[in-house]
């Protein structure tokens, strides 16, 4: 029989996930949103201190701390190269403390980032390495921000690029999630791959139809539209769905698309599907 105190642990923990898999459809700036993937890595393993490592240039380095000063840390260099058996074994930063964990921030099997944990207190992290669902659940955080780290790459490629049809080609046709431009109207004026494979559908007779139509196969938009939520409040916004249409669970994500003059065109819609996630997250709470 579980104690009161591993349940309150248990719904901290749940808490703290909800928490990162939203991270993407708030709106904030880049730096702000590096402070609130280090917080959630220092809070939800209960560390002292906790750093923020992210690819640049193939080299892993410190883009962020919470419980020591970046100043103390930003010369850390780690090639990515580095084995992943050494990255996990090894301090990748040298700080005076009893304990530490690296967790590697991995997206598309690609090493993107890793999150360093340190404590005072010795085998501080000893549970997450040996209790299987707490390791379970420390993978689902680090996969859901890398995906929101992923989230906020795209976005800022898509603003601060006028992308040619061979751009977007090239930079979003690789990726599993499914991307969509939509105008004012709900009408796609551009997708990826991953939207034809996924509705067994030619990208030609995606672009200009309505989205609610090609993605929910309904007449009209959702009441919880994100798409529209977006462009009512200019900000991003996000729902969770289960759609029999879509067949299975998705996180979708609408930024605002302003034009160079700063005004309101359209949303970038980031379609995740997150069916295999979420039944394990389920598992694990039973």
């Known amino acids: 029989m579980s104690s009161v105190s591993d349940e309150k642990r248990l ?21 702000s949103f590096l402070r609130s993937i280090t917080r959630h890595f220092k809070i939800f393993t209960g560390a002292d201190a906790s750093v923020l490592l992210l690819n640049h240039d193939d080299n892993l380095e410190p883009v962020c701390s919470a419980g020591i000063p970046l100043s103390k840390v930003k010369d850390a260099c780690l090639p990515r190269s580095t084995r992943l058996k050494d990255i996990m074994t090894r301090p990748v930063i040298d700080v005076r403390y009893t304990s530490f964990m690296n967790t590697p921030i991995i997206h598309n099997r690609k090493l993107i980032g890793l999150s360093a944990v340190f404590s005072i207190t010795p085998e501080k992290f000893h549970t ?6 707490e390791g379970l659940l420390l993978t689902m955080l680090a996969s859901y921000i890398a995906e929101s780290i992923e989230n906020a790459n795209l976005v800022n490629t898509l603003k601060s690029l006028e992308l040619s049809k061979s751009e977007w080609e090239s930079v979003f046709d690789s990726l599993d999630d499914l ?4 105008d004012l109207d709900f009408t796609i004026l551009r997708a990826n791959k991953a939207v034809a494979k996924k509705f067994n559908m030619d990208i030609k007779s995606i672009i200009g139809k ?3 139509k ?10 919880k539209c994100p798409h529209r939520n977006s462009m009512e409040t200019k900000k991003a916004c996000a ?6 249409h879509m067949c299975g669970i998705f996180h979708i994500t609408s930024f605002p698309y302003f034009n160079t003059a700063g005004k309101l065109i359209g949303s970038i819609q980031v379609t995740k599907d997150i069916t295999v996630q979420k039944k394990l997250l389920g598992q694990t709470v039973q």
Do not use: N, Q, V
Not at 11 to 31: C, G, N, T, V
């Open 128 to 133: 997450f390495e040996h209790d299987k669902y």
């Open 11 to 31: 719904y901290h923990r749940i808490k703290i996930l909800s928490d990162a898999f939203l991270l993407s459809s708030r709106a904030m700036d880049y730096k």
């Open 179 to 182: 991307i969509s431009i939509h």
């Open 210 to 212: 309505k989205c609610y």
């Open 214 to 223: 090609i993605f929910h196969g309904t007449e009209e938009p959702w009441k």
């Open 239 to 244: 729902e969770e769905i289960e759609d029999p």
